[in-house]
């Protein structure tokens, strides 16, 4: 019911866009993959990240992720038109960038080896089958949750508590990709990067103009 209710408060505007998210950045994350697939690929580790623990716990974080970018782009996507269009626009400017990176720049990195057997130890061996060291800069994990908080914080009306917890929440999920070792601090810093800079470009007229005619035509197409 309470999953019902959010998606009942998306606009018409919003609902087909906020669908060509998710298809936009799968194509873009799985579609680099397969491409760069037996390409050379660089490691950006430094030595901070040589230094940095190896936390399994912290995978509750790195998965709780999931949950925090849905809620937060189901509230974003439901503010008034023009502020729902520029964090949905910004979100695709930043993966379009990140495909150029991912198939100009490939990155790897090296995981340990996870000789434990506790029940995060468990969870981490499965997210590393699960998901290859590839693609790694700029951090999807880290400009996705940077973005959720930047269009949390200027949605109008959204309470105080809210907006420090969307920040806390971001910050939490850029230190657990550290110590999950999912990434190094390249990666994070240039996810941050890129959601700042993609949420600024969307809010210049002759960017979200074009991108508002866009989601327009398709809501349009739809009914």
């Not at 936390?55 to 974080?61: E, F, G, I, K, N």
């Not at 379009?96 to 506790?118: D, Q």
């Not at 981490?124 to 951090?139: E, G």
Request: a positive charge; one cysteine or more.
């Amino acid at each position: 019911m309470k999953l019902r209710f959010w998606l009942s408060a998306i606009p018409d505007y919003a609902r087909l866009p906020l669908v060509f998210v998710v298809i936009w950045n799968q194509a873009v994350y799985c579609g680099s993959k397969l491409l760069a697939a037996g390409w050379s690929h660089y490691d950006l580790t430094t030595a901070f990240d040589r230094a940095t623990p190896f936390l399994p716990w912290t995978v509750s974080v790195y998965l709780a992720s999931c949950v925090f970018w849905v809620l937060c782009y189901i509230y974003c996507a439901s503010q008034e038109k023009r502020q729902a269009y520029r964090f949905l626009c910004a979100d695709f400017l930043a993966k379009a960038v990140c495909l150029v990176f991912f198939l100009l720049l490939p990155t790897t990195n090296v995981r340990p080896a996870i000789e434990e057997s506790s029940l995060w130890c468990v969870f981490m061996r499965i997210l590393y089958q699960m998901d290859s060291p590839t693609n790694l800069f700029p951090s999807i994990h880290c400009l996705v949750s940077w973005l959720c908080f930047l269009g949390v914080r200027d949605a109008p009306r959204t309470p105080k508590a809210f907006r420090y917890g969307a920040f806390c929440m971001a910050v939490a999920i850029f230190l657990s990709t550290l110590t999950t070792k999912q990434h190094v601090v390249v990666d994070v810093l240039g996810g941050v990067l890129l959601a700042q800079i993609s949420y600024w470009a969307a809010n210049k007229d002759p960017v979200l103009s074009r991108y508002s005619r866009l989601a327009d035509c398709l809501s349009q197409r739809r009914r």
